[in-house]
C-alpha cells in the first residue's frame, strides 16, 4: 500500500492529519449514529478511541516508537479523552453510569461482572507483585567494545607500522605526495547510486582507462574488495553480503556513519590487516569472524582497499585530532 506510506520529512504533520481525520469520522458516525437513536454509549466510546489511537501509533508509525514512549502517548491521550467526557455536569454522569451499575450490581448480569472483577484485579496485581519479586536469571548483558583501542604499532610482513605516523602510500595528490586534500576531494559523490561527478574525467573516474595515481589505485582497491570483501561486507560496502547473515556480529556497514568514518585510516588498516583474530580482549565475548587478511593480501593491497572503501562510500578517513 504505497499510496499509504508515511513519507518521510512529512511524517508528523502526516500523523496529526490522520489521526484528526480518523477522530472526525468517528465523531460523525457517533453524531448520525445518534440521531438515529443508537449512539454509542460514551464510556465505550472513550475505550474505543484510547483503543484505536494506541493501536494507531504502535502499528502505523515507523520507524517503530519504543514502548516508553508509547506510554507517555498513551497517557496523554487517556487524559485527553477524560477532558471529553467529564466536559459537562451530564456527559460525565454518563460516562461514570456503566461503572457505578457495576459496583451497585443493579441487575444479576452486573453482580456477575462485580464478582469477577473483585476476584480478577486482587488476582492481577498479585501475579504482578510475585513476577516483579521473583529472582531472574538472565544471562548477563556482554558488552563489546566495537571499536577498541589500537595498539601503537603494528608489525605486517616483517614491517613494523607506527599507527600514529602510518600514511597510507597511496593516497597521493597529482605531486605523488601524501594529500588527504586532494584525495577528499575525489571520493565519490553518490546520488541514487550513481557517481555524480564528470564520469569522463579520469580525475574523478577510477574506471576510466586514462585513470593515474589516486584514481588508478582507487581502482585496484576495488579489484580486491570484490575478490574478497563483498561476500560479507556486501557490493554496496553495506554489510548486506550473501554470507552477512550468518554471522555474530554481522560484518560492518562501511555505508554506516559508525565506521570507517569514525575512524583514522590507520585503524582500519590494522583492522583488516589483523582481523577478528586480532581484536584485543576488550572487544569479546563476540566472536568476529572478519579475517586477518595480512595473511592473504599484500600490505599495497591492504593500504588500496582501506582507500576504496573511503572512496566508495564518500567518506573521508578521521584526522589525528
Ligand atoms: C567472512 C566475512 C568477512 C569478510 C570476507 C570480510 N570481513 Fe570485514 N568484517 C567482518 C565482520 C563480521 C566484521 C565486524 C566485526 C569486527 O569488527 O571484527 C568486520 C569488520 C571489518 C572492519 C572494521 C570496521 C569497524 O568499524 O571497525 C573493516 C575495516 C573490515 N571488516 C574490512 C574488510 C575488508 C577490507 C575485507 C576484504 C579484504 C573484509 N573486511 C572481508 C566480516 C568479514
Known amino acids: 500500500m504505497t499510496w499509504l506510506k508515511l513519507v518521510e520529512g512529512y511524517m508528523p504533520g502526516q500523523m496529526i492529519g490522520e489521526l484528526a481525520l480518523s477522530i472526525l469520522l468517528f465523531a460523525l458516525l457517533n453524531w448520525s449514529l445518534k440521531r438515529a437513536g443508537m449512539g454509542i454509549p460514551k464510556f465505550w466510546a472513550g475505550i474505543g478511541v484510547w483503543v484505536f489511537i494506541w493501536l494507531y501509533i504502535t502499528y502505523r508509525i515507523y520507524p517503530p516508537i519504543p514502548f516508553s514512549v508509547r506510554a507517555i502517548y498513551g497517557t496523554v491521550t487517556m487524559c ?22 457495576v459496583m ?11 464478582t469477577v472483577a473483585l476476584i480478577l484485579i486482587p488476582l492481577g496485581i498479585g501475579g504482578f507483585a510475585y513476577q516483579s519479586y521473583l529472582p531472574s536469571f538472565d544471562e548477563p548483558i556482554e558488552l563489546r567494545t566495537v571499536h577498541p583501542a589500537p595498539p601503537a604499532t603494528t608489525k605486517l610482513h616483517g614491517k613494523t607500522f607506527v599507527l600514529q605516523i602510518a600514511e ?54 576495488g579489484e580486491v574488495f570484490f ?64 579475517p586477518p587478511w595480512e595473511q592473504h593480501l599484500t600490505t599495497d593491497e591492504i593500504w588500496k582497499v582501506v582507500m576504496f572503501e573511503y572512496w566508495h562510500t564518500g567518506y573521508y578517513p578521521r584526522t589525528w585530532d
Open 168 to 221: 597510507n602510500p597511496f593516497r597521493v595528490g597529482s605531486e605523488g605526495k601524501y594529500d588527504q586534500e586532494y584525495t577528499n576531494e575525489r571520493s565519490v559523490v553518490q546520488a541514487m547510486g550513481r557517481l555524480v561527478k564528470d564520469v569522463n574525467d579520469p580525475n574523478y573516474n577510477p574506471w576510466d582507462p586514462n585513470a593515474e595515481g589516486y584514481m588508478k589505485y582507487v581502482r585496484e582497491g
Open 227 to 290: 575478490q574478497n570483501c563483498h561476500f560479507c561486507h556486501g557490493d554496496n560496502l553495506n554489510g548486506r553480503g550473501l554470507w552477512a547473515y550468518a554471522f555474530n556480529p554481522i560484518p560492518a556497514n562501511f555505508t554506516d556513519a559508525g565506521t570507517i568514518a569514525q575512524l583514522q585510516e590507520t585503524f582500519v588498516f590494522w583492522r583488516v590487516a589483523k582481523g577478528g583474530p586480532g581484536l584485543p580482549g576488550e572487544a569479546f565475548p563476540w566472536a568476529s569472524v572478519m
Open 80 to 101: 485527553g479523552i477524560f477532558m471529553w467526557v467529564s466536559g459537562s455536569e451530564a456527559d460525565w454522569q454518563e460516562f461514570k453510569k456503566p461503572i457505578f451499575n
Open 104 to 114: 451497585d450490581g443493579i441487575t444479576p448480569r452486573h453482580r456477575f461482572l462485580r
